[in-house]
């Protein structure tokens, strides 16, 4: 299957500090990338739907400028946490679709971010 | 009502047990099924995807979508410890932006 990888899988940061976390997909290009935030024992929760070349969609309840989605080429989006605080501490994920735009989602591995 | 149901278990199984995990759903556009695992602090895996109404087999493990009754399953044979995961249905539909819905995910434990 199609390969999409996200770095840095663990982050801690102070609050008050921007981190930024990449998804890349690897073997195939994706014009269009997702990314969630799940919580403990919990399913996904889409945040925004990232578009190459565009604005992000946000999801209802999310914040844009707190969460800034950059796609800025057919293999990379990047999620922005900005002025990070205690209750952005969570697991975030990116998917992608697949090669020839079908049902299919691919995920990166997740990024669990820490904010002390 | 939710777009789609799945009980979150948590399932304990034996191991080589059979597995049924089941999801339903209410919007009759979806076309496109899958079911991920998603291992502790993991990123979801793809296990199974599947058009439309039908079967699908790979190695231990069977998809089946009714689309009549709006019912999914996987069936996983011979279960193993290392199947113990968190198991997410996911459903979409080529129209409304083909968004994915996905179920709240089963907890599943197989003892060795």
């Known amino acids: 299957g199609a390969v999409v990888s996200q770095h840095p899988s663990r982050v801690i940061c102070k609050s008050g500090t921007s981190v930024k976390i990449e998804c890349r997909s690897l073997d195939f290009q994706a014009t269009t990338m997702f990314w969630y935030r799940q919580f403990p024992k919990q399913s996904l929760m889409l945040m925004a739907t990232s578009n190459e070349g565009s604005k992000a969609t946000y999801e209802q309840g999310v914040e844009k400028d707190k969460f800034l989605i950059n796609h800025a080429s057919l293999t990379l989006s990047t999620l922005t946490v900005t002025s990070a605080h205690p209750e952005d501490s969570s697991f975030y994920i990116c998917?992608?679709?697949?090669?020839?735009?079908?049902?299919?989602?691919?995920f990166g591995e997740g990024s669990r971010l820490t904010v002390l | 009502q939710k777009e789609v149901e799945q009980d979150p278990g948590p399932l304990s199984v034996p191991e080589g047990a059979i597995v049924s995990l089941n999801c339903t759903y209410s919007n009759s556009a979806f076309q496109y099924f899958m079911w991920y695992r998603q291992y502790s602090r993991k990123g979801p895996e793809l296990l199974m995807y599947?058009?439309?109404?039908g079967n699908k087999e790979d190695g231990r493990f069977t998809a089946q979508v009714d689309k009549s009754s709006k019912y999914i399953s996987l069936f996983i044979r011979d279960s193993q410890p290392s199947d113990s995961a968190t198991y997410l249905c996911a459903m979409s539909a080529r129209g409304g932006g083909f968004k994915t819905i996905f179920g709240a995910g089963t907890r599943l434990f197989v003892k060795a």
């Open positions: 998917s992608a679709r697949g090669p020839g735009n079908t049902g299919e989602l691919f």
């Open positions: 599947t058009y439309s109404s």
